[in-house]
């Protein structure tokens, strides 16, 4: 896409129009990559680097120290398998609720349908703090401190109304056609679910799962409330300590997050024609 193309006569824009949209854009880009670029810098630095002006801290010999230490930590291999069990775990279910849900709420008629459908929007906008006391009350009563299936339960108070919410507005776009003739050859509700509308939605499934995905991957306050030893890796990182309680190791806790941002960037790149489909067809129209 060119500028040329966005103009309404046709015709590009004069030189120093086009010279002033190329520098708001590469402003607009560096401001939004400076802060990664500068942590992956520092994730290649020495620890003593890290009080150098800045030329000097740039030009400062790289070293791949940080990362090695940071993979010889048990704590964090061990946060890191928990992160994976949790974010999975809780994205399969609320994906395999999202998607029933979504298909009574986008396909059949019956009271109180818009009710349910604000009261579902209504709980993604309380902030976590707001529930964070009668979660634990909860976590507690159930024996579910430090236990995995505590974090799994937390996040799916989000992250279901989220898949529900996305998924319904896609199931509403699929032409009725398509579940008209499987129920003309027979299939029932479920078997029209399963066979015909669930490989429709294979795109909306992607990308809500995606984003749930990263949500849960990230998700701190929880994780750091409802676990003692069982932390996922966003705790482990944070708790990372250096030599005395007076000094934090930065360039460890960066080398730490480089390390967590590489399943996010793998899943992008493999799922990313199902990603830019589901965007495109009304996976997050709300």
Known sequence: MTLKSHTSSGRSLPTFKRTLFYLMLAAITAYLLFPFVWAVITSFRHATDLFLPPMKFLLAKWTIKNYIEVLGYPSFSRGFLMSVLVATGSVAVSLLLGAFASYALGRFRFKGKSVILYVILSVTIFPQIAVLSGLFTLIQQFGLYNNPLGLIFSYLISSIPFSVWVLTSFVREI????????????????????????????????????????????????????????????????????????????????????????????????????????????????
């Open 175 to 286: 032409p009725s056609e398509l579940e008209e003739a499987a129920m003309v050859d027979g299939a029932t509700p479920l078997q029209t679910l399963f066979r015909v509308l669930l490989p429709v939605m294979v795109p909306a499934l992607v990308t809500t799962g995606l984003l749930s995905f990263i949500a849960v991957w990230n998700e701190y306050l929880f994780a750091l409330t409802f676990t003692s030893d069982n932390r996922t890796v966003p705790v482990v990182i944070a708790n990372f300590s250096a030599a005395s309680q007076f000094e934090l190791p930065w360039a460890n806790i960066m080398a730490g997050s480089m390390l967590v941002t590489v399943p996010l960037i793998v899943l992008v790149m493999v799922f990313q024609k199902n990603i830019i489909s589901g965007l495109t067809s009304g996976a997050v129209k709300g």
